[in-house]
């Protein structure tokens, strides 16, 4: 596909400088795009290869000064990084609608209700009861559970597992082997010493335009539902575990793991690596910093939080602080020492 850069233009609410019907049939990045490319330019490190790069067209800031000629064309914008990845949205949309029908082999229940626009890859299994809304992309070897409803446009890529009575929203994007309602880990200690399964009889909501990466985990309920709110952004292998809810617009980032029952709160920020115990409130607005070790429930808006156990940003760094100092003082102690061992040597 070619677009010119009065069509990109058009698409990113741009303006055009240079020539506007030249076009593009790829993406490079700036340092090393050739010509019939498109490239852009947000982050000023960059700025020298705007100068001499030969992408055919490059997207840049309104601000954007120019210190040197530039041969490509040039498309102005208010946010460089947001336009690209706008534009790069709307080229895997244009990709994805051209795949429609049900590849073969493929297990499609008679029961299950396919709506328009919709893809099924080879190998993939869709059990009795399911609902796929219109515009809904199943990659190859995904599994679709009994009674599982998907909302329109999203996609599942291959290998993802959703597990019977999940309910899936619209413009929801799970990327490859992700499971989703796998049992909750809920065991209780017998007298002997074993442990009875407790059954998880609930399910996993993921509401509107979530995003989940690879190979994360999110357990279904023991009763009622683990909540996904729309909007949140949840990067590759986590677990999340039974009963947990995830607030609107939430982003977690990878390895981090949290425990049952345990509310993240609205525009929550988690890094990688955080674990988070079970049961606890994190409020609206919180940012975990990555490896910390959050025990406790953190109540006001707005906290940042790190270490193990994670306390406040400012105290942990003052604290970090002190450590560092701590072979001085062992020194000016020792000295401190020495000099009253002298003092009552004189008076003895």
């Known amino acids: 596909m070619e677009f010119s850069a009065a069509q990109i233009a058009l698409m990113i609410d741009g303006k055009v400088e240079g020539n506007a019907d030249i076009t593009v049939a790829s993406f490079g990045k700036i340092e090393d795009a050739v010509s019939g490319e498109l490239a852009f330019l947000a982050n000023p490190k960059y700025e020298e290869y705007l100068y001499s790069t030969q992408a055919s067209i490059i997207i840049i800031n309104a601000s954007q000064e120019l210190k040197q000629p530039v041969s490509a064309t040039l ?18 949309q244009i990709q994805n609608q051209q795949l429609t029908g049900i590849q073969q082999p493929a297990y499609v229940d008679a029961t299950a209700k396919i709506g328009d626009q919709v893809f099924i890859g080879a190998f993939a299994y869709i059990g009795e009861g399911v609902i796929i809304a219109n515009g809904v992309k199943i990659f190859p070897s995904a599994y679709i559970g009994n009674h599982v409803v998907v909302g329109e446009n999203s996609i599942i890529y291959p290998g993802v ?54 190979n994360a985990t ?14 949140a952004k ?10 947990v809810e ?7 980032a990878a390895q981090a793991g949290i425990s049952g029952s ?24 919180s940012k975990i910093n990555a490896q910390s070790g ?13 270490g193990s156990p994670a306390f406040t940003y400012t105290a942990a760094l003052r604290s970090q602080a002190m ?8 020194k000016r102690i020792e000295e401190l020492e020495k000099l009253v061992k002298e003092l009552l040597i004189q008076k003895g």
């Open 234 to 243: 949840l990067d590759n292998l986590l677990q999340i575990a039974h009963n």
């Open 323 to 330: 450590i560092r100092s701590l072979p001085k003082m062992e």
């Open 294 to 306: 959050v025990s406790k429930s953190i109540k006001k808006p707005n906290t940042s939080v790190t």
């Open 75 to 92: 498309i102005r914008v208010p946010d460089a990084y947001t336009a690209f990845a706008t534009l790069l949205d709307k080229y895997q």
């Open 262 to 285: 345990t509310k993240i709160g609205n525009n929550v920020m988690i890094g990688g690596q955080v674990g988070i115990v079970g049961h606890l409130q994190i409020a609206d607005g």
């Open 161 to 214: 597992k959703i597990y019977h009575h999940c309910i899936i929203g619209k413009n929801v994007v799970i990327h490859a082997g992700t499971v989703i309602g796998s049992d909750g880990f809920g065991f209780a200690p017998q007298a002997d010493g074993t442990y009875k399964k407790v059954p998880q009889i609930g399910n996993v909501i993921i509401e509107d335009n979530v995003e989940i990466g690879s």
């Open 218 to 231: 999110i357990d279904r309920a023991t009763m009622g539902s683990t909540m996904i709110r729309a909007g």
């Open 246 to 252: 995830i607030g609107n617009n939430a982003v977690i």
